[in-house]
């Protein structure tokens, strides 16, 4: 299609499609003298998409002029590129990764103070540069101390991920057992035009993808300060009480229903040097309590110690009869949770579990 050249109308800046005579883009006109922010045109990807919207929470870019171009000259102008240009150079402002021997990492740009080692796409160099800036903007009212945890973690469980997508990392190796289509990246590609659609709207359509990418950051961001950090406090305070639990130390009891305990109760074990030693949970569910087998860390489904597999798949009167223990439930039939009417009851059916596998 062709297109005109931008206009202002009302304190906005347009452009028209000149052979349909319809706005292409609609952007605030700014009333200072307005910067520009550069990526590349066409298909769009979550790395470009993330990178503008990061960029956008900040003061500096909130009205920046948003150019999708492939034009040199056009992205010259710009006083910030992300994904496109060939150049990662931050005192001028550019973010590409595609260039030929680029091979930065979060491990690589920060000295090792972040070990990890996959490939940065530009989501992940601006979240490297600009990242804490974010966070700044997100959540203002938390400590530093804990903005820092969140911006490793926001890495490690959010942007690593897309970092390898763009740049061809599988997750695992060989061959996946089934196909995963709704990932991020894979709603994000689906907003680009469709081949056969009769207008192919990719500047509209790469606004809706920032909103997406800006939303999930966004949710992800909250979760960790408002429900994941505040849980840190509960866990650790379970994992310091569970002699008094089980003289075994191998069961905790967590106050708070729905509390996310795993991954806090990894880092808890690993500071103190008892990898591995906790191998069930107590936690109160809305009309029972829970008996929750510890998984094994980065192994999936796979049980530290799974409940007994006689009583996997039993329920009710007859899961009681043959643990021993009144007004059981259920036990899953893989045996990773059972539950039972009381704390107590809960409390009995980790104990006979530990006692009946030898690790009483």
């Known amino acids: 299609?062709?297109?005109?050249?931008?206009?202002?109308?009302?304190?906005y800046l347009i452009q028209i499609n000149l052979s349909t005579r319809s706005l292409v883009m609609?952007?605030?006109?700014?009333?200072?003298?307005?910067?520009?922010?550069?990526?590349?045109?066409?298909?769009?990807?979550?790395?470009?998409?993330?990178a503008c919207f990061m960029l956008r929470q900040l003061p500096a870019y909130k009205d920046a002029m948003l150019v999708r171009s492939r034009d040199p000259a056009a992205l010259a102008e710009c006083d910030i590129v992300v994904d496109v240009g060939g150049v990662y150079d931050?005192?001028?402002?550019?973010?590409?990764?595609?260039?030929?021997g680029f091979t930065e990492t979060m491990a690589s740009v920060t000295n090792g103070k972040m070990n990890f080692e996959t490939k940065l796409s530009s989501a992940g160099l601006v979240y490297h540069h600009f990242g804490r800036e974010v966070l700044n903007q997100l959540i203002p009212d938390i400590s530093e101390e804990n903005k820092a945890v969140i911006y490793r973690r926001l890495y490690e469980y959010f942007f690593e991920e897309v970092d390898a997508v763009d740049n061809g990392i599988n997750a695992t190796e060989g061959k996946p057992r089934y196909h995963v289509?709704?990932?991020?990246?894979?709603?994000?590609?689906?907003?680009?035009?469709?081949?056969?659609?009769?207008?192919?709207?990719f500047d509209g359509q790469f606004q809706k993808a920032m909103n997406?990418?800006?939303?999930?950051?966004?949710?992800?961001?909250?979760?960790?300060?408002?429900?994941?950090?505040?849980?840190?406090?509960?866990?650790?305070?379970s994992f310091e009480d569970r002699f008094s639990v089980h003289p075994s130390g191998k069961i905790i009891k967590l106050a708070g229903e729905g509390c996310p305990w795993k991954e806090h109760l990894y880092?808890?074990?690993?500071?103190?040097?008892?990898?591995?030693?906790?191998?069930?949970?107590?936690?109160?569910?809305?009309?029972?309590?829970?008996?929750m087998a510890v998984g094994v860390r980065g192994e999936g489904f796979t049980n530290r110690l799974?409940?007994?597999?006689?009583?996997?798949?039993?329920?009710?009167?007859a899961l009681s009869e043959i643990s021993g223990i009144p007004q059981c439930v259920f036990v899953h039939a893989n045996g990773?949770?059972?539950?039972?009417?009381?704390?107590?009851?809960?409390?009995?059916?980790?104990?006979?579990s530990l006692e009946m596998q030898g690790h009483a």
């Open 1 to 11: 299609a062709e297109y005109g050249e931008f206009q202002t109308f009302q304190h």
């Open 26 to 50: 609609v952007q605030p006109v700014c009333k200072k003298p307005c910067l520009r922010m550069g990526t590349h045109s066409g298909t769009f990807h979550t790395d470009e998409a993330l």
């Open 90 to 100: 931050p005192t001028t402002h550019r973010y590409d990764h595609h260039q030929r």
């Open 181 to 201: 289509t709704t990932t991020l990246s894979g709603r994000v590609r689906a907003l680009n035009p469709k081949w056969n659609d009769k207008e192919q709207d």
């Open 212 to 237: 997406l990418v800006g939303k999930e950051l966004t949710d992800r961001v909250e979760g960790m300060a408002r429900v994941w950090l505040p849980a840190l406090e509960l866990v650790k305070q």
């Open 267 to 291: 880092n808890l074990e690993e500071e103190a040097g008892c990898e591995g030693s906790v191998l069930y949970v107590i936690s109160q569910s809305s009309d029972s309590h829970r008996v």
């Open 306 to 317: 799974s409940l007994p597999e006689k009583w996997m798949g039993v329920r009710d009167d």
């Open 336 to 352: 990773f949770i059972g539950g039972n009417k009381t704390e107590e009851g809960a409390l009995a059916m980790a104990v006979k």
